[in-house]
């Protein structure tokens, strides 16, 4: 088993910068990719992609976030962070922590953490 919990998340102005992070804990050899989704609050909104990055720091964003964020791993630590710049109202979600590996039998996801980009 993994447990993966997040922090970091918070009320930012509109414009502003907010730095996510999330530790790993437990059964974690077996990661091969962290990264990041998140999912808005209106109704039938789904968790969509934002950030992966495997663990010899290879990454992959999403279109609508990749000139606004840098994702970032400890592959030692097993730890990911996720620094959004030029934050908008519509980046307002909750951000989840994601976790695989081809070794592992499932995949992983924290809590997650909310944003609220609000003036």
């Known amino acids: 088993q993994v447990q993966l919990m997040e922090s970091g998340g918070g009320l930012v102005q509109p414009g502003g910068s907010l730095r996510l992070s999330c530790t790993s804990s437990?059964?974690?050899?077996?990661?091969?990719?962290m990264g990041w989704y998140r999912q808005a609050p209106a109704p039938g909104k789904r968790r969509e992609l934002v950030?992966?990055?495997?663990?010899?720091?290879?990454?992959t964003y999403s279109e609508f976030l990749k000139d606004r964020t840098t994702v970032s791993i400890d592959a030692v630590q097993r730890t990911v962070s996720l620094q959004m710049n030029k934050l908008r109202s519509e980046d307002t979600a909750t951000y989840y922590c994601?976790?695989?590996?081809?070794?592992?039998?499932?995949?992983?996801w924290g809590q997650g953490t909310l944003v609220t980009v609000s003036s």
């Open positions: 950030a992966l990055i495997t663990m010899g720091g290879m990454e």
């Open positions: 994601y976790a695989e590996g081809k070794a592992m039998t499932r995949n992983y």
């Open positions: 437990g059964t974690t050899w077996g990661i091969d990719t």
